[in-house]
């Protein structure tokens, strides 16, 4: 069945440090693939998404590209804020599949 | 703010006792997908109603069922809960009922079984 792997947390950042969370999945056919993001005592937000290979999905300055050569979906930020401290889960929705299957979730803290 | 209400946002309730968990997806949303979010098992999809019929069930106990009223809006019942019961349950909306979409979350209703 379908399957998402992502990174183990927690990260600790310093503020403007680069943020990078890998991402990887197994699918049956061409999913689409998600980053959604979980602030403290909330639900979860679509980050920002990608329907085919080689899209690039991308929202607060936020980026992720769809690599299907490496079944890729690895997250990335520039600069990251105190603000982006939360947990990350990468997701996947199948061509077939009813659901979103998620990663086991990223918590990442940036500290001033 | 995502559009998907789930009410109440906390329970606490005793081991043995039953719950029901409410939930109003998107506007123009037939689909309706109910998570458990536990520390040890991350998120978990229980199952999915799309306009009113069940269209798929995930690791939901015997104990649980759902139901999706004509006006769209879906509850989760929880029975002789346990106190691994405890966690977070969110519900997610679609438009779709199946193939490559993505679902917009509530907020979540925080299960304590004391």
């Known amino acids: 069945g379908d399957s998402v792997t992502q990174m183990e947390g927690p990260v600790t950042l310093s503020e403007e440090a680069f943020l990078t969370i890998n991402c990887t999945y197994t699918?049956?056919?061409?999913?689409?693939l998600f980053w959604y993001v979980q602030y403290p005592g909330e639900g979860l937000q679509l980050l920002l998404k990608?329907?085919?290979?080689?899209d690039k999905g991308s929202n607060k300055g936020f980026e992720a590209t769809y690599r299907k050569e490496t079944t890729s979906f690895h997250l990335e930020k520039g600069s990251v804020q105190v603000s982006d401290s939360a947990v990350y889960f990468c997701?996947?929705?199948?061509?077939?599949?009813?659901?979103?299957?998620f990663g086991g979730g990223t918590r990442v803290l940036v500290k001033p | 703010d995502s559009g998907v209400t789930q009410t109440p946002k906390h329970l606490i309730t005793a081991t043995g006792q039953r719950v029901t968990l409410r939930c109003s997806p998107r506007?123009?949303?037939?689909?309706v997908y109910w998570y458990q979010q536990s520390l040890d098992q991350g998120l978990q999809f229980l199952i999915q109603?799309?306009?009113?019929?069940?269209?798929a069930k995930g690791n939901i106990l015997e104990r649980f069922s759902a139901q999706q009223f004509p006006d769209l809006h879906s509850e989760l019942n929880l029975s002789s809960l346990e106190l691994g019961d405890s966690a977070l349950y969110f519900c997610?909306?679609?438009?779709?009922?199946?193939?490559?979409?993505?679902?917009?979350f509530g907020q979540g209703t925080r299960l304590t079984v004391v």
């Open positions: 109603y799309y306009n009113g019929e069940e269209r």
């Open positions: 506007s123009g949303d037939l689909s």
């Open positions: 997610a909306s679609s438009f779709r009922d199946r193939g490559r979409t993505e679902a917009f």
């Open positions: 699918a049956t056919g061409y999913p689409s």
């Open positions: 990608a329907t085919k290979a080689d």
């Open positions: 997701a996947l929705s199948g061509a077939a599949g009813n659901k979103l299957t």
